[in-house]
């Protein structure tokens, strides 16, 4: 008969890919954000995507002249050519999936957008937009958290904040508890999958922990965190409408997202991360790879969730993006500028924002890079306020003097 310890539980809880922080709030939290408010997706592209190739301003000359064999051509019926957004940007052809939500009002695209930090370190740059605090790290905590703590929502559920995947994304350090999961579909316990199995765990684990000390509660709260989760049926989750996720890191991790909005645990904030993007060389087969999991993921996301979409936002960010000129390699260097994408019920869709600097040699930022012509915090603010129901900017992103809005997302009622 196997004994159950105290370091045989911690041991356990660890395998059921859900890393608690070190304590929660009582469990018997009230219900769901107000229907007013957004669930918030946020999609970091790590490596530095190149925004020029994903939102091709095919419409710019010096696009080509500066991409001689990576330009994407310019829309027309033959395959792998951009598809035209507005006669002057095209999509990547691999992101045909986007299209069909771009046309339905409900994508739209900020080019030109990025941080007003110039750094070319991943990870200073990826450092400074978590904080949201270009230039500064004088804050610990990350915007998003922030934002959670500047808004009381009455909602105390442990899996207000989800980071999906290894750990919680820095966007989330701040006083309101996130946790990161692993996986909801693989969650178990050392194997304890049954009713009877998670109840003859918890009894033992209340034998374990029968005091009032720290250790204690945060142990049995823990445990309650993860049974917690298993209401939502692991495993069992079937999307809807017909959606199919790619069999891909990100694809599963949105599928995740998708059973916690629907399992209604409280779920506010999801961040889910994306790496590979940081195209050196050969960026051409890389770069359409992508892209094509990026737009089946999210088109798929979309669908799963089309009688929920009116209250989800998604927002696509990336440290910085790349030099305009090609280089030798096939690929491209770090650079500056570069593109977001938002997606929801409440985004004012079907075009692309922005004031679009030029790609002319005297219209580049330093040493060859795409300028920056919005914040993107002036995005994330529009959102925070307006789909999220959270005016307090001056809290969500101290120091930042934002201009006005750009309209693209639509105030809640």
Known sequence: MTVLTRRSFFRAAGLAGLALPGWFPRLAFSATPSPQRDVLVAVFLRGAADGLNIVVPFGDRDYYANRPTLGIGEPSATAGTALDLDGFFGLHPALAPLKELYDDKALAAVHAAGSPDD????????????????????LTTGWIGRHLASLDTGNE????????????????RGPVPAAALKSIADFHLKGLRSAAELSSFQTSLSNLYP????????????FDAVALLATANPGAYQPQNGAQYPDSD?????????QLVRSDLGLEVACVDVGG??????????LAGLLADLGAGLHAFYADLADRMAHITVVTMSEFGRRVKE??????????????????GGV??????????????GQLYGPGDLAVTTD????????VDHRLGNPKIAEVFPGFERPAYLALARQSV
């Open 119 to 138: 750094t070319h370190s991943h990870f200073t740059a990826m450092d400074f937009m978590e904080r949201g605090t270009p230039g500064s790290k004088s």
């Open 157 to 172: 559920s442990p899996f207000r904040a989800v980071g999906i995947g290894h750990g919680v994304p820095a966007s989330l």
């Open 376 to 383: 993107f915090r002036t995005v994330l603010a529009e959102i």
């Open 211 to 222: 005091g009032g000390d720290f250790l204690d509660t945060q142990a049995r709260q823990t």
């Open 277 to 286: 993007w940081d195209t050196h060389a050969a960026e051409e087969g890389t």
């Open 250 to 258: 990100f694809g599963q991790a949105l599928q995740q997202v998708a």
């Open 327 to 344: 280089n030798a390699s096939g690929g491209t260097d770090h650079g500056h500028g570069n593109c977001m994408f938002l997606l929801g």
């Open 348 to 361: 004012a869709g079907g075009k692309v924002y922005g004031t679009w600097p030029g790609l002319a040699a």
